[in-house]
């Protein structure tokens, strides 16, 4: 079963922006911390940004300044606004979400999504 569906994802050419999206099954009742990792083609996974439920945020050092993290607690939701982008961006971007409650009492500690691909090229 999915339970994290992310969105938003293609192609741009340097300097441009995107948004990505990612949005937990409606059978989740509570997360804790949500964020996005990415990994590039012959890289290893690594992080980009996350969102704790109390509002913090951390970023990697790469994307300061040019990503922006937020969420929608009601919806469980996390976005990721990409701008200023650059080739080295390019990669599969992953949702992560941990802490997770389902209406049904299961409990999962990591979940993640099945990636979206940003390519940044021009």
């Known amino acids: 079963q999915v339970l994290l569906v992310e969105s938003g994802g293609g192609l741009v050419q340097p300097g441009g922006s995107l948004r990505l999206s990612c949005a937990a099954s409606r059978r989740i009742r509570s997360i804790n911390a949500m964020g996005w990792y990415r990994r590039a083609p012959g890289k290893e996974r690594e992080l980009v940004a996350v969102s704790a439920n109390g509002g913090a945020t951390d970023y990697a050092d790469s994307v300061k300044g040019r990503f922006t993290i937020s969420r929608d607690n009601a919806e469980n939701t996390v976005y990721l606004q990409m701008n200023s982008l650059k080739p080295e961006d390019t990669a599969v971007y992953y949702c992560?979400?941990?802490?997770?409650?389902?209406?049904?009492?299961?409990?999962?500690?990591?979940?993640w999504g099945q990636g979206t691909l940003v390519t940044v090229s021009s």
């Open positions: 992560n979400a941990h802490g997770v409650l389902t209406t049904t009492g299961i409990r999962y500690a990591i979940l």
